[in-house]
């Protein structure tokens, strides 16, 4: 369908901008690692590890605003769908401004939603939009839970992003793998830090934040070794930190994914 061929050359150009923004942010990321100074802790009981970023810009807000666009090029999408259903009804529809995909989490607020969408749809359409819904999610043979859904994410960043800009930034890797660097007066001094007191601090990177606490029962001696690390990107959710090229990769397959399905439908 020609009306259809226009969604998904935008549905195309997200998946190219989403897959560009995760290259960039790769590059980026590898190419700065980030040096951790150790420095000794009072009373030489351990080290901490700080970030030592001083020079160092990273991008976020044009990573920002690329996440912006792509978010709205799927949800637009997701929108002209409609629009593109209900011609098949009626062309023009009797009442455009009431047409948009509705994302609900909660089974009874539904119905009021889209009480001026469903009647200018096909009633194929209107049953498999009511299929897609995120609630659905609450039923025990569904898998996944209503907040998880991506179209849930895709709304919140869409609505974020309308007012307050979603910024990214960076945090430590998932797993860091940390290496003895201290020497101790004794064997035995040694033996008594083992297995090692470490907290690890996941917030924002930034030039002279402790990211890593060696806390001893004894005095450290000698410090040794070098310790580099490559950052991530993330940005905060409804649902707390998520990784930028995870969430985009998963954002455009889904949207995606939805629209193929109803493409289906209307022929």
Not at 18 to 45: K, V, W
Not at 73 to 78: D, G, N
Not at 82 to 97: F, G, H, L, N, T
Not at 179 to 195: G, I, K, L, R, Y
């Amino acid at each position: 369908m020609p009306k259809l061929d226009n969604i998904f050359r935008k549905l195309d150009r997200a998946s190219a901008k989403a897959a560009a923004l995760s290259d960039n942010i790769t590059a980026f990321c590898r190419d700065h690692p980030i040096t951790l100074d150790a420095q000794l802790r009072e009373g030489r009981l351990g080290v901490n590890l700080v970030c030592q970023m001083e020079g160092m810009i990273a991008p976020l807000s044009e990573w920002s605003v690329e996440l912006g666009e792509i978010v709205y090029s799927l949800r637009s999408a997701l929108d002209n769908l409609i629009y593109v259903c209900a011609q098949k009804v009626s062309d023009p529809p009797p009442r455009p401004k009431d047409l948009q995909f509705p994302i609900i989490q909660d089974a009874r607020q539904y119905e009021n939603a889209v009480r001026n969408i469903v009647p200018q749809l096909p009633v194929g359409i209107a049953e498999l939009l009511e299929k897609v819904q995120p609630y659905q999610r609450s039923r025990p043979e569904v898998e996944g839970s209503p907040e998880h859904d991506p179209l849930v994410l895709l709304n919140w960043i869409s609505n974020h992003d309308k007012h307050r800009m979603p910024v990214p930034f960076l945090v430590p890797p998932k797993e860091i793998q940390f290496t003895q660097m201290c020497e101790f007066a004794s064997d035995a001094d040694a033996a008594a830090n083992v297995p090692p007191d470490v907290l690890v601090h996941a917030g924002p990177l930034s030039h002279g934040n402790t990211m890593l606490e060696y806390r001893t029962k004894h005095p450290v001696t000698r410090i040794s070794g070098q310790f580099t690390i490559i950052a991530h990107v993330v940005f905060e959710t409804h649902l707390g930190t998520r990784e930028v090229s995870e969430a985009i990769g998963q954002l455009t397959w889904y949207t995606k994914l939805v629209v193929d399905e109803f493409s289906k439908t209307i022929g």
